[in-house]
């Protein structure tokens, strides 16, 4: 199974054009055919910047965050101590 981290851009530009390649990568992604890794400040900056106005989005955001767990469908890692 195909690993990937998704910068921020490849999110927004999947949320607000449904073609092109990373409307395919989120696809792919949620088709169970890639493993996401994702930083708890990463998912959070996603969160932001969807949330911003100019996307339309933060409705369908609070709804989705509300109901989705994202454990469920990410692996999360978090940076060891030192």
């Known amino acids: 199974m195909l690993k990937a981290v998704f910068d921020t851009n490849i ?5 607000i054009k449904k073609e092109g390649l ?3 990568l989120l696809s792919l992604f949620l088709e169970g055919k890639i ?6 400040p990463l998912l959070a900056e996603y969160e932001e910047v969807l949330k911003r106005p100019k996307f339309g989005l ?4 609070d709804k989705g965050i509300r109901i989705a767990n994202p454990r469920e469908f990410l692996i999360v890692f978090l940076a060891e101590e030192s």
């Not at 933060?58 to 955001?61: C, M, P, T, V």
């Open 35 to 40: 493993n996401l890794f994702i930083s708890p």
């Open 58 to 61: 933060k409705d369908q955001l």
């Open 22 to 24: 990373p409307a395919l």
């Open 11 to 15: 999110i927004v530009s999947a949320a």
